[in-house]
């Protein structure tokens, strides 16, 4: 079945769960899910649904993710031509079913115009596959790695990624390993690394993939440590690392896991041992530098937002991060902020809130983001990045290589 095919059926099927939904709500009270503005205008509000972890081990995720959309209404004056931005929020407490149980709320009994999220990975397995069969209207994912929801089968018209995949990370930040003996002075075999990660989704996958690019290239993955997400106390996990024959650790972190392993590998003298590079990026990011100070100093990442950029954008976006939060502007409430002004672009060019039209319009989308130059690929809504390799040095964020222009391959 071509593309083409494959929208045609999406559609009938988004119509034939509209029905059957008819049986048992109102059909006024759906017109979020029918399409809110088929009648050619985009109506007195449109209402966003906003499926994040609010609380559990990924809150601070989400809520800079829900902070960076209300930026974005707020640069917009609040509405989408002349429609009133209104948020509905839905917690997903970093749980899949509690994810999936959200996404229906917020299509079935809020009928919402289109949602922003979710964020983790094991919520995007769960809820992508009810997007594209049944609810079937446009999804600014805001994070969401882990490339089996967006390849295959959950390929799907009406999802788009402004956060990259694994595919994006793993082979850039291989390349960085490889790239770091001449770029630092520090002896250190990069043909030998130890995986580290949360034990989800997210972190399972990347170290996948990393297992392929090492080999690829003539390396391997010695060893691999995975941490429950919640865990607080990372010392026996932080002597495995120390333990090591690698003389490079590297892997994926989450925001709360970043600053726990930093702060607390710090008392190790770990990063003296080992050349500590992450490519998530969190060891050397905005979010994680004010609750972790000096201790990434020495620490490496590969990452695709560079909070020194001066385009007008960024600037701006600066300019409305709370100058009163305990936190610095960051690539997670950035994923917020510009999934909310993609949306509205992808809203105003269509001049309604029909899911279908807006969707046609945000597949190949373009416009300047904090990112740099953005486009949604029409293939599977993911963007093609900038990246760069940088360490903290002094608390300040020190560009070593630039990576321009990444994207991986088409899966769908």
Request: some cysteine; overall charge negative.
């Amino acid at each position: 079945m071509d593309q083409d095919d494959t929208t045609q059926s999406q559609r009938q099927n988004r119509r034939q769960f509209i029905k059957a939904a008819g049986m048992t709500v109102a059909l006024g009270s759906f017109a979020g899910c029918s399409g809110n503005g088929s009648d050619g205008g985009v109506g007195e509000s449109v209402t966003v649904g906003l499926l994040l972890p609010l609380s559990g081990p990924f809150s601070l995720t989400g809520q800079e993710v829900k902070r960076g959309a209300e930026m974005a209404s707020e640069h917009l004056d609040g509405s989408i031509e002349g429609a009133d931005i209104e948020f509905v929020t839905r917690d997903t407490q970093g749980n899949a079913s509690q994810g999936l149980e959200g996404a229906q709320a917020l299509v079935e009994r809020e009928n919402v115009d289109a949602i922003i999220g979710p964020s983790i990975s094991s919520v995007g397995l769960s809820v992508i596959p009810y997007i594209r069969d049944q609810a079937q209207l446009p999804t600014m994912v805001s994070q969401v790695s882990n490339v089996d929801a967006r390849e295959g089968e959950n390929c799907t018209d009406y999802t788009f990624f402004v956060w990259p995949s694994n595919r994006h990370t793993v082979p850039v930040g291989v390349d960085f390993i490889y790239d770091l003996p001449d770029l630092i002075d520090r002896q250190f075999d990069p043909n030998g690394v130890h995986f580290f990660a949360p034990d989800y989704a997210l972190g399972q996958n990347n170290l996948a993939l990393l297992e392929e690019e090492m080999s690829s290239r003539g390396g391997e993955v010695v060893g691999s440590t995975l941490a429950p997400t919640g865990t607080q106390d990372l010392s026996s996990y932080i002597s495995e690392l120390s333990n090591s024959s690698a003389g490079v650790v590297t892997g994926v972190l989450t925001p709360g896991m970043a600053v726990r392993l930093i702060n607390q590998a710090s008392e190790f003298g770990l990063h003296e041992e080992k050349v500590m590079m992450f490519n998530s990026g969190k060891a050397v990011d905005q979010l994680t530098l004010s609750s972790v100070g000096s201790s990434a100093n020495g620490w490496y990442g590969t990452y695709f937002y560079n909070p020194a950029s001066d385009s007008e954008i960024n600037q701006t976006f600066k300019e409305r991060y709370p100058s009163d939060a305990d936190l610095l502007p960051n690539a997670s409430c950035g994923a917020g902020f510009e999934q909310m002004r993609a949306l509205a672009k992808g809203i105003q060019e269509a001049g309604t809130k029909d899911a279908d039209a807006v969707t046609d319009q945000l597949r190949g989308l373009t416009w300047e983001s904090i990112f740099g130059s953005s486009k949604y690929r029409a293939g599977d809504g993911q963007l093609e990045l900038d990246f760069v390799g940088a360490m903290r040095e002094n608390g300040n964020y020190e560009t070593l290589e630039k990576y321009p222009s990444l994207i991986p391959e088409l899966h769908c």
